[in-house]
């Protein structure tokens, strides 16, 4: 790139937040005009975080899930609507993102998962509510924000990992076994400080209180049998590796594993366990979400409300419990073979938003009980 493009790159990419609408419209002519589209296009490429236009036919997507799985879903709702989305994958750093692209902010919704991730963008005040008829019969009211400010699109259980070798049948049925002292040395879960664990321990406060999720977390630390470290796999490596009995992990990592092809190692560690869904004879399996939501900052977003309205109808929430081994979120979707094969099970009822209220509290339990220590 030589100097003078990229000055009139520079200058492009300042000015397109502010022109962006008519820069398309083809308003502009000229050598600026020219740098100025170079600098769209650059920025289409990667990201359109300089593009921050209204357009009929398009929405501007900030997605934490994978783009092999959104792929698919976007490319039915592009066909389907002639809408077509402009994803930007952010494994990190969305909320950090939008904070600071403000008002300007390209983004008309978010796709993240857990909870934690949907109450904390709504915490800072970036995302805006939503009515849809749709969205409300297509999801249980116990999965999305009361007052439409987040929508799950898919659900999956935090399970207990049970060794097929180790641990007798009826051994460990609860969240509260893992705490009892005769598990000592037999437990391995991720970090406590895990949005995934944060929630889990959330939907303890919501049932037994305070108190009572200090005192599960407390037993629950001591039972450990290393600390807490690595993703929801490698719990599942330890149990396979005689580390550890027992682990908690969420439902889809048992698909994924069984079915990797790229590290077939996972098949084994995945053959190695069975799946536990706790509490079943009382409050249910806590259950998460991955789910949508639109951004305060939306411009496109009746095509914002579209797409979630989409990807919570049957044929994308088919695609997802196909790709991801996700149950539906939608009642009637059948599920994925080998998820089918894991059993039926109640999952907790508290409502979601309700446990998110309650997540500032677990986190600050967390450092209370040294869990990670
Ligand atoms: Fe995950």
């Known amino acids: 790139m030589d100097r003078t493009y990229k000055n009139n790159f520079t200058r492009g990419i300042v000015l397109s937040a502010t022109l962006g609408a008519l820069a398309f419209t083809g308003t502009y002519t000229g050598a600026f005009a020219r740098a100025f589209e170079g600098a769209v296009q650059v920025a289409g490429r990667s990201t359109f975080s300089a593009v921050s236009s209204a357009r009929a036919d398009e929405v501007n997507l900030y997605s934490s899930r994978q783009p092999f799985l959104m792929k698919p879903l976007l ?6 609507t002639g809408i077509k989305v402009n994803m930007v994958y952010l494994k990190k750093g969305m909320l950090e993102r939008l904070k600071s692209e403000g008002r300007n902010s390209p983004a008309d919704l978010i796709l993240v998962s857990d909870i934690g991730n949907l109450h904390n963008h709504d915490k800072a005040g970036l995302l805006q509510p939503v009515t849809s008829p749709n969205l409300s019969a297509n999801i249980p009211a ?4 009361p007052s439409g400010n987040w ?3 898919t659900v999956r259980a935090r399970v207990i990992y049970a060794s097929k070798t180790r641990l007798k049948a009826g051994e460990v ?3 509260e076994d893992l705490a009892d002292p005769r598990m000592k040395g037999r437990v ?3 970090s406590g400080k895990h949005v995934y664990n944060i929630s889990l321990l959330a939907s303890i406060v919501v049932a037994k209180g305070e108190a009572g999720a200090t005192a599960w977390a407390k037993g629950l630390k001591a039972n450990l049998a290393r600390r807490p470290q690595g993703n929801d796999r490698a719990q599942v490596r330890a149990v396979f590796e005689g580390e550890c009995d027992v682990a908690v992990g969420n439902t889809y990592y048992m698909g994924k594993m069984a079915t990797n092809k790229k590290d077939p190692i996972q098949k084994e560690w995945a053959k190695s366990v069975r799946i536990i869904f706790p509490n079943q004879a009382g409050r249910g399996t806590h259950v998460n979400v991955s789910g949508a939501a639109v951004t305060k900052s939306a411009k496109n977003k009746t095509n914002a409300v579209r797409l979630i309205e989409f990807l919570s109808d049957d044929a994308a929430q088919k695609i997802y419990a196909e790709q991801n081994f996700e149950y539906p979120v939608k009642a009637g979707v059948a599920l994925h073979p080998l998820v089918a094969s894991w059993g039926r ?3 907790d009822k508290a409502y979601l938003s309700k446990i998110a209220n309650k997540r500032t509290t677990a986190t600050k339990l967390v450092d209370k009980v040294a869990f990670n220590n």
Do not use: M, P, S, V
């Not at 490319?75 to 389907?80: G, I, L, N, R």
């Not at 116990?142 to 924000?145: A, G, N, S, T, V």
């Open 75 to 80: 490319a039915a709702f592009t066909e389907e």
């Open 142 to 145: 116990q999965y999305r924000h």
């Open 173 to 175: 049925t609860t969240y």
């Open 188 to 190: 391995c879960i991720r």
């Open 151 to 153: 929508f799950g699109l």
């Open 345 to 347: 099970f109640k999952a």
